[in-house]
């Protein structure tokens, strides 16, 4: 499966890849895109939580979404898809929303990196405090939305970014909380199309982007070690 991404990454790397263990929260545009490049990588063991169900909606934008799999709850339909990529994974999966009421029993695990794909101050708050406690790496997903441009996608750390109405909400939750602002994120610096909507507007390109991007800093970390 692995002969290509061999004559371009060395196999030290690539057995890294497939002993770390990941911690994914969200499995929709940005998550489920880190996912799938995640383990076309190579990586065998994935845990992933996510509560929602598949909606039409998501159609436009979320890589396991189709028309015959809507009302199905995402992580099911994630589990189903990667084994049949890679049938040696190992990948759990919490159909749950992560709160203080369940946290402490997703990380009766250790794990060596988390990927915050979720859209929940709260959630992201908790999944930043627990990798500081537990010394884990974690790069967290600023927000993607009512944005149209990926070559804006970037990685930074939180302290640094801007035109991020999500990223402000972090940083302002983290000051309160005395926690550190260097926390590697994923963002766009692209100003949010205005909308007059609640929610907010989104296509495929710029959670592509996102999700893409947390797996090659992933990838580029295990390069560094090596």
Same mark, same amino acid.
């Given at each position: 499966?692995?002969?290509?991404?061999?004559?371009?990454?060395?196999?030290?790397?690539?057995?890294?890849?497939?002993?770390?263990?990941?911690?994914?929260?969200?499995?929709?545009?940005?998550?489920?895109?880190?996912?799938?490049?995640?383990?076309?990588?190579?990586?065998?063991?994935?845990?992933?939580?996510?509560?929602?169900?598949?909606?039409?909606?998501?159609?436009?934008?979320?890589?396991?979404?189709?028309?015959?799999?809507?009302?199905?709850?995402?992580?099911?339909?994630?589990?189903?898809?990667? =084994?049949?990529?890679?049938?040696?994974?190992?990948?759990?999966?919490?159909?749950?929303?992560?709160?203080?009421?369940?946290?402490?029993?997703?990380?009766?695990?250790?794990?060596?990196?988390?990927?915050?794909?979720?859209?929940?101050?709260?959630?992201?708050?908790?999944?930043?405090?627990? @990798?500081?406690?537990?010394?884990?790496?974690?790069?967290?997903?600023?927000?993607?939305?009512?944005?149209?441009?990926?070559?804006?996608?970037?990685?930074?750390?939180?302290?640094?970014?801007?035109?991020?109405?999500?990223?402000?909400?972090?940083?302002?939750?983290?000051?309160?909380?005395?926690?550190?602002?260097?926390?590697?994120?994923?963002?766009?610096?692209?100003?949010?199309?205005? =909308?007059?909507?609640?929610?907010?507007?989104?296509?495929?390109?710029?959670?592509? @982007?996102?999700?893409?991007?947390?797996?090659?800093?992933?990838?580029?970390?295990?390069?560094?070690?090596?």
């Amino acid at each position: 499966m692995f002969e290509r991404t061999l004559k371009i990454i060395d196999n030290s790397v690539l057995e890294k890849l497939q002993n770390i263990n990941i911690l994914l929260v969200g499995v929709g545009g940005v998550g489920g895109f880190a996912l799938e490049a995640l383990v076309r990588l190579g990586v065998s063991n994935i845990t992933i939580i996510d509560n929602d169900k598949i909606e039409l909606s998501n159609l436009n934008r979320q890589i396991i979404s189709n028309e015959n799999n809507i009302g199905e709850y995402k992580v099911d339909i994630a589990k189903k898809r990667y =084994i049949g990529i890679n049938s040696n994974i190992n990948i759990k999966s919490y159909n749950l929303f992560l709160d203080e009421s369940n946290i402490d029993m997703v990380f009766a695990n250790k794990y060596d990196y988390i990927i915050d794909a979720c859209d929940t101050v709260t959630t992201k708050y908790l999944l930043i405090k627990k @990798a500081l406690f537990t010394n884990t790496k974690i790069i967290s997903c600023m927000g993607t939305g009512n944005r149209i441009d990926p070559s804006k996608i970037t990685i930074t750390k939180l302290a640094k970014t801007y035109n991020d109405p999500l990223a402000k909400a972090m940083r302002n939750v983290l000051k309160k909380n005395d926690i550190t602002l260097n926390i590697p994120v994923v963002w766009s610096s692209e100003v949010p199309i205005k =909308i007059k909507e609640k929610a907010p507007g989104s296509i495929f390109l710029v959670p592509a @982007a996102a999700g893409l991007q947390i797996a090659y800093y992933i990838l580029e970390d295990l390069i560094n070690r090596s």
